[in-house]
């Protein structure tokens, strides 16, 4: 089916995900919460370029401007800076559900903030969603698995995650956000989908960032796949290419500086001692899987941190 652009606002009209990727089709209203963070703003750069209009709802915790300044000016962007804590008024077609810390060092800053992102700002979202007839999508996480004793990690796995611990305001709070995610799907009869998203890297990642790099950005394909297709989910989008830290740290060094030193420190609390995702449900009902090696993607990331860092804004925006 063929979807319209409407200047007017549309209650349940549509079924967005019955247009496949890269159908030529007029624009959809599609917000995107966290849309100025890193995969946010390859997300938002992927649908502008598809025609749809996109309003980013961000409240630049750690998100940056610049990573969407580049669409300043196109009649089809629009940035409001909003936390999702509180309840907002938009007329869209589509959710994509982002805005959440997800980086250890920021999701631990404020604990308290970062649950009441995950439940209030996805009820909120939810809510958005159900009002407008749009569907939605959020983005949960690896985490939802805790230290898992299963591995690999296959969606049916319900995870093993302390509910007391320093993490424990990320991961249960992705997963009261994918219960809420699921109970307005059963309750309200919404249109919703999970993807549960494993480490991701690239350019525009926070340089303080933190996190192991085991997937490129081109997850964000996978987003896009999910919130078009047929399927609720939860989806595992990430690489089942594994690599212990000290195998990790050896590429790095190849890659930067082959005199960098490698220092081992202790682990911090709760951390999942191993993680790798079974991505064949995503492979067979979503025919998405990561295409990026580890050696292939990190000279990428290292060329947008080196601009950044040394004031090259040459590819900045790659
Ligand atoms: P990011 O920190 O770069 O982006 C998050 C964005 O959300 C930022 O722009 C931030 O300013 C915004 N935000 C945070 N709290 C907000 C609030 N209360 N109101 C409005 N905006 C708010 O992180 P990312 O890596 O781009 O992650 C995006 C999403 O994907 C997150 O929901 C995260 O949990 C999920 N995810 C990411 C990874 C990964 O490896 N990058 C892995 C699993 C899940
Ligand atoms: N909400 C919102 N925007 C909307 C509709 C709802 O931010 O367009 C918020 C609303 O303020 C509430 C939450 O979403 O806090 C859940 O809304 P819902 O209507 O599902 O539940 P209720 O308001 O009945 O609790």
Redesign the pocket.
């Known amino acids: 089916s063929r979807v319209a652009f409407e200047a007017e606002p549309r209650r349940g009209l549509l079924h967005p995900g019955r247009v496949p990727l890269g159908l030529k089709r007029k624009g959809l209203r599609v917000v995107v ?8 703003s390859h997300l938002v750069d992927r649908l502008l370029a598809r025609g749809d209009s996109v309003i980013v ?8 401007k610049e990573n969407v300044l580049h669409h300043a000016g196109n009649p089809n962007f629009e940035m409001i800076r ?4 509180e309840p907002i008024l938009l007329e869209v077609d589509q959710i994509y ?7 250890p060092v ?1 999701y631990k800053h404020n604990p308290v ?1 970062t649950i ?2 995950n439940v209030v ?1 996805t009820l909120n979202m939810l809510g958005l969603a159900k009002r407008v007839g749009a569907r939605f999508l959020l ?5 939802v698995y805790g230290d898992p004793l299963q591995h690999p990690q296959v969606e049916t796995y319900w995870g093993n995650v302390n509910p007391i611990g320093v993490r424990s305001c ?1 991961d249960e709070g ?1 997963r009261t956000a994918e219960t809420l995610t699921m109970d307005y799907h059963r309750g309200a009869n919404l249109e919703v989908r999970i993807a ?6 690239g350019p525009r ?2 340089i303080d960032d933190g ?1 192991v790099v085991s ?1 490129f950005v081109a997850q964000v394909e996978g987003l896009m796949k999910l919130m078009e297709g047929d399927h609720v989910g939860p989806f595992n989008l990430g690489n089942p290419g594994e690599f212990t830290m000290l195998e990790l740290a050896k590429v790095v060094q190849d890659t930067i500086d082959p005199n960098a030193r490698i220092e081992f420190r202790p682990n911090t609390a709760d951390d999942p001692h191993k993680r790798k995702p079974d991505i064949s449900r995503a492979k067979d009902l979503l025919g998405w899987e990561p295409k990026i090696s580890l050696k292939k993607g990190l000279p990428l990331m290292v060329q947008d941190f080196r601009n950044r860092i040394f004031g090259d804004q040459k590819d900045a925006n790659t």
């Open positions: 919460t966290g849309g100025a963070g890193f995969v946010g709802v961000d409240n630049l915790f750690t998100g940056r909003h936390d999702v804590v559900h982002l805005a959440c810390p997800a980086s920021h903030k009441k992102t700002g983005t949960s996480t690896s985490e990320y992705k549960r998203i494993f480490n991701t890297y990642m926070c996190r997937n």
